[in-house]
């Protein structure tokens, strides 16, 4: 389901950062409620995940890898960002 990032954007009180979350609130403008979801600090499509072997074999790589790897948490030009997966999750709240 396709939701416009501008609709997301209007119910989207604020977000809290930490090391290993995102914690987005929403609030409905009708019920006047909030509403908070809370997703991985992680690329929208998935883990980041390296082997022992990665780590062992290859530490400067994989250590760029998991510490340099982009994350969006809102872009108007991406359909694919942390805000977005965190809405999705609580989207039933919404109408």
Not at 4 to 26: A, G, N, R
Not at 31 to 37: D, E, H, L, M, R
Not at 61 to 81: F, G, K, L, M
């Amino acid at each position: 389901m396709y939701i416009p990032s501008s609709k997301v954007l209007s119910l989207l009180e604020y977000i809290k950062i930490d090391s290993f979350s995102v914690e987005c609130h929403f609030k409905c403008s009708k019920t006047n409620k909030s509403i908070i979801s809370s997703v991985p600090f992680e690329p929208f499509d998935g883990k980041i995940e390296l082997s022992w072997q990665d780590v062992v074999l290859h530490p400067i790589e994989s250590y760029n890898r998991y510490y340099h790897t982009p994350i969006t948490i809102y872009s108007h030009d991406a359909h694919e960002t942390i805000v977005l997966k965190a809405f999705m999750k609580v989207s039933k709240h919404f109408q």
